[in-house]
């Protein structure tokens, strides 16, 4: 899928440190199967716009200083280890007439039968798949519809994951995406409680024997203490 979005961006002449970022805006690379790498700086506030906008998967544009624009994809985004900040973004340019491949996200939608009317719990196995195609037939994301999953049985493929007969799918088409797995048991199975002191097989009360107190002073036999 493309975008109208468009992504203005300043050209830097060598790789700098992070430090040496203008304020508010992020530094980036934007490469390409033949063509030249563009170091680039670009606005920290509109990038995260346009990513939540047009997603990871969705293709762009960038507009360099001279007015050239770029269609582009986001390959990789590197973040800081702290705050989850992106610090440095990777973006790919396509060729709108040649097929890529590029991880979709996985959308997933609807209500489990099995999840609420038999107290399931939902597996997820993936959360994106590798495709490819042309650029514009690149969708956004791809919805699973887990109202299909009725029971504990049921379980959706890679080959039923909707997708457009102009999107070749790269995973293994037997692969579970989705399944829904039985309640586990919480309860702990107590044991039996063993008959108490005073309490006899059929729950008569009786009254509790009490041994005599030991007198070390005397003898095993019972003797007189020694003198």
Known sequence: MTSSLILKAETRKKEGKKTDAPLGTIPGVLYGRGIKNVLLWFSRREF??????AGESTIFKIQL????????????????????????????????????????????????????????ILIKNIDEIEVKCLPGDLPSKIEIDISRIKKFDDYIYVKDLPVSDKVEVLADPENVVAMVSEPRSEGVV????PEEAGETSDGEKVKEKK?????DSRSDAGGEKEK
Do not use: C, W
Request: overall charge negative.
């Open 48 to 53: 995260n716009r346009i990513r939540e906008e």
């Open 65 to 120: 200083p001279d007015g050239d624009e770029r269609n582009v994809l986001i390959k990789e985004i590197q973040r800081d280890i702290l705050n989850g900040k992106p610090t440095h973004v990777d973006f790919y340019q396509v060729r709108m007439d040649e097929k890529i491949e590029a991880n979709v996200e996985l959308d997933f939608v609807g209500e489990s039968q099995a999840v609420k009317d038999l107290g399931g």
């Open 190 to 193: 107590k044991p039996e409680k």
């Open 211 to 215: 041994e005599p107190a030991r007198n």
